[in-house]
């Protein structure tokens, strides 16, 4: 394949992807996930990630989460909403009851990856429903603003630590963030057209 067919096609498709990211109206959630910012804190070796997406358009929330080296073995997994404070204190569970649909149970290592369709009032804790309004458009919205607001958490609760074991508040990926990756990959490709060159 000709170099200049090459870039033009990753041109097109960095391009592509670009403006996908731009109209999707996605909104990407991280955070580590360990003990100390647990409530009250414990000394537990385990450690984590969460990234939650939210499309606004298709009404969904994929759920990402990976965990190792926990003390004891999972008993549940969910998202609490939404604290008094940023990043502070506990609160009830917003989603899925007793945990996430097939989240890994009674092991110290996972990872875990599922889309909730988030239209449908089973992918909320009743109880969540209840408190915004009593309709799933009322519970979108809440956990939405409490994710916007660091009022919302990740926690993954073991047989040694019942109230959880790791867990972290969940923060916004800047956009800008997300094109510097785009930008990364875009750079990364030209360096591959370079290589292919030689
Ligand atoms: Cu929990």
Do not use: W
């Not at 200049?4 to 731009?22: P, R």
């Not at 080296?69 to 502070?88: E, F, K």
């Amino acid at each position: 394949m000709k170099l200049s067919a090459l870039f033009a096609g990753s041109l097109f498709m960095a391009v592509t992807a670009m403006s996908t990211i731009a109209s999707a109206h996605q909104i990407v959630y991280t955070t580590p996930l360990d003990g100390l910012s647990e409530a009250p804190p414990n000394d537990s070796p385990g450690n984590g990630m969460a990234r939650i997406t939210i499309d606004f358009d298709l009404v969904t929330m994929r759920v990402e989460e990976s965990f190792n080296d926990l003390q004891g073995n999972v008993t549940a997994s969910h998202i609490h909403c939404c604290t008094a404070v940023p990043g502070a204190g506990t609160i009830g569970v917003a989603t899925t009851l007793p945990t996430f649909t097939d989240f890994p149970s009674g092991v110290a290592s996972g990872t875990y990856d599922r889309t909730f369709d988030m239209s449908d009032a089973s992918s909320y804790n009743p109880a969540f429903i209840a408190a915004n309004g009593g309709t799933v458009s009322g519970a979108f919205n809440a956990l939405a603003a409490g994710l916007d607001g660091g009022t919302a958490y990740a926690n993954i609760h073991s047989n040694i630590f019942p109230a959880g074991e790791i867990r972290g508040f969940l923060a916004p990926v800047p956009e800008a963030e997300a094109y510097a990756m785009l930008l990364a990959g875009l750079a990364m490709i030209g360096m591959v057209a370079r290589r292919r060159r030689l």
